[in-house]
């Protein structure tokens, strides 16, 4: 069965850096999305894309992050300069619609620790 | 404000027992609701999904059951094995095209022993 495929697994990175975290999404599917899960807390949206732009974003996804699909398979998440308070698990995610019938499929995640 | 909530928080149970998880939730205009299994360390996974109108859904040993009423569901874990052992994530969708409009609950850590 197609799936999610998320790298790096885990990335740590010092306070300040950039970082990207990379997903291939399902291949037929047309909408992406990434998501954040801080340990112990529940998963927060943090951004979609359809159409090669973003569709919506939630408050946590300021300026220091951004999002790209730089080519027909790639779909990655830039955080400009890391925050201690950035350190989580990022899920991409991906479905063929975003109707009732598409659940959203997921990676395994990236787990992001800024020190 | 929209959310879901769930419980128990966490839970015990010994192989082989049965075990039902709960969600509550104030979303409206309501569209579906989902549950997922998240094992440790990977990505949730979709186990069932409800709308309005469905009362239960079985996906092999899961059965998950709604009210759209009272704004209940549950999901039931029969016969439970060793590789239950996950977190139980309840998500509800808001009747929109928005993805902020498809609201996590905090999940049920459920732990199996043998």
């Known amino acids: 069965e197609p799936e999610v495929t998320q790298t790096p697994s885990h990335q740590v990175t010092q306070m300040g850096q950039e970082v990207i975290l990379r997903c291939v999404p399902i291949s037929n599917h047309l909408y992406f999305y990434w998501y954040r899960q801080i340990l112990g807390q529940k998963v927060e949206f943090l951004v979609s894309f359809y159409n090669n732009e973003i569709s919506e974003k939630s408050e946590i996804f300021d300026d220091q992050f951004s999002v790209e699909r730089p080519d027909g398979s790639n779909f990655t998440l830039k955080i400009r300069s890391t925050k201690l308070e950035d350190s989580a698990m990022y899920f991409c995610?991906?479905?063929?619609?975003?109707?009732?019938?598409?659940?959203?499929?997921f990676g395994n995640g990236t787990r992001l620790t800024v020190t | 404000k929209n959310q879901v909530e769930q419980s128990p928080q966490s839970l015990i149970i010994l192989e082989g027992k049965n075990c039902t998880l709960q969600?509550?939730?104030?979303?409206?205009?309501?569209?579906?609701l989902r549950w997922y299994k998240q094992d440790t360390g990977r990505g949730p996974v979709s186990l069932t999904i409800m709308t309005f109108s469905e009362n239960t859904k079985s996906n092999g040993r899961y059965t998950a059951t709604l009210d759209a009423d009272t704004k209940q569901s549950s999901l039931h874990i029969t016969a439970s094995q060793l590789s239950d052992s996950a977190s139980y994530i309840c998500?509800?969708?808001?009747?929109?095209?928005?993805?902020?409009?498809?609201?996590f609950g905090s999940g049920t850590r459920l732990s199996i022993r043998p």
């Open positions: 995610a991906s479905s063929q619609d975003i109707g009732l019938n598409s659940p959203l499929h």
């Open positions: 998500v509800v969708s808001e009747r929109s095209s928005s993805a902020s409009k498809i609201i």
């Open positions: 969600c509550n939730y104030t979303v409206s205009p309501f569209s579906n």
